[in-house]
């Protein structure tokens, strides 16, 4: 059955050529992990996109339940924890997998950089592993205050502080951030807005780049 609809939606949609450019690439044999143990260090970037689609998915269903308000917030979360089924394992998959992702990304790009991966012509690819690094600690601190309970209350005030200390611009930041002087609904609105909607949109159009530039420049040669 499954074959019949593959073949159905091939033969109006064309979409095996597509897949074999996809399926069909070449792996270098120096990040086969069959034919070279140290391969594994290869691995972090596409374990981290792994993670990143966990998240995604996990996030879309954790929205099903939040109400980002601050009468309803953390009652909301409260109520995903012990009443929803699979609530509390989802939510944890959601919490946790945020450090796991930023920390393989780290060490992805510790791989990079000793491998020489960002040198010529692989520069422009390198600032955008930069920017998703920054796009992920920025979707880590906004989700950190949507529980909107007293840790994440304290800790959204401590990085506010703290982006308010840039020089010339920190007012402003801080201002932008907490959509207005103080941390409260308004925070926690634009917090959502830009952990749901803005830095979702921005992490997926500079992954589709970076991807697309490992396709057309191929992986780096060992050192």
Same mark, same amino acid.
Request: aromatic share 16%; glycine share 8%.
């Given at each position: 059955?499954?074959? %019949?609809?593959?073949?159905?939606?091939?033969?109006?949609?064309?979409?095996?050529?597509?897949?074999?450019?996809?399926?069909?690439?070449?792996?270098?044999?120096?990040?086969?992990?069959?034919?070279?143990?140290?391969?594994?260090?290869?691995? #972090?970037?596409?374990? $981290?996109?792994?993670?990143?689609?966990?998240?995604?998915?996990?996030?879309?269903?954790?929205?099903?339940?939040?109400?980002?308000?601050?009468?309803?917030?953390? /009652? %909301?979360?409260?109520?995903?924890?012990?009443?929803?089924? #699979?609530?509390?394992?989802?939510?944890?998959?959601?919490?946790?997998?945020?450090?796991?992702?930023?920390?393989?990304?780290?060490?992805?790009?510790?791989?990079?950089?000793? $491998?020489?991966?960002?040198?010529?012509?692989?520069?422009?690819?390198?600032?955008?592993?930069?920017?998703?690094? #920054?796009?992920?600690?920025?979707?880590?601190?906004?989700?950190?205050?949507?529980?909107?309970?007293?840790?994440?209350?304290? /800790?959204?005030?401590?990085?506010?502080?703290?982006?308010? %200390?840039?020089?010339?611009?920190?007012?402003?930041?801080? $201002?932008?951030?907490?959509?207005?002087?103080?941390?409260?609904?308004? $925070?926690?609105?634009?917090?959502?807005?830009?952990?749901?909607?803005?830095?979702?949109?921005?992490?997926?159009?500079?992954?589709?780049?970076? #991807?697309?530039?490992?396709?057309?420049?191929?992986?780096?040669?060992?050192?």
């Amino acid at each position: 059955m499954l074959r %019949s609809m593959y073949e159905w939606l091939d033969r109006r949609l064309d979409i095996t050529p597509l897949w074999r450019d996809v399926a069909d690439h070449e792996v270098p044999e120096h990040v086969n992990p069959a034919h070279h143990f140290s391969a594994f260090i290869y691995c #972090f970037g596409g374990l $981290t996109f792994f993670i990143v689609v966990i998240q995604i998915l996990s996030g879309m269903f954790l929205a099903l339940y939040y109400v980002p308000d601050i009468v309803n917030a953390h /009652a %909301s979360v409260k109520y995903l924890q012990t009443e929803v089924a #699979f609530g509390s394992i989802v939510r944890g998959m959601h919490h946790w997998g945020a450090s796991v992702a930023i920390v393989m990304l780290f060490l992805h790009t510790l791989r990079v950089f000793f $491998t020489g991966a960002y040198k010529n012509p692989r520069e422009f690819n390198w600032v955008i592993g930069m920017l998703i690094f #920054f796009v992920m600690l920025g979707l880590g601190f906004t989700g950190y205050l949507l529980p909107w309970d007293n840790k994440a209350y304290f /800790a959204t005030k401590v990085g506010v502080q703290i982006a308010a %200390s840039v020089p010339y611009i920190g007012p402003y930041i801080a $201002t932008f951030l907490q959509g207005g002087e103080i941390v409260g609904a308004q $925070t926690l609105a634009r917090f959502f807005a830009l952990h749901v909607f803005f830095l979702p949109a921005v992490l997926l159009a500079l992954l589709g780049a970076h #991807f697309l530039l490992i396709r057309r420049q191929g992986i780096s040669g060992p050192l």
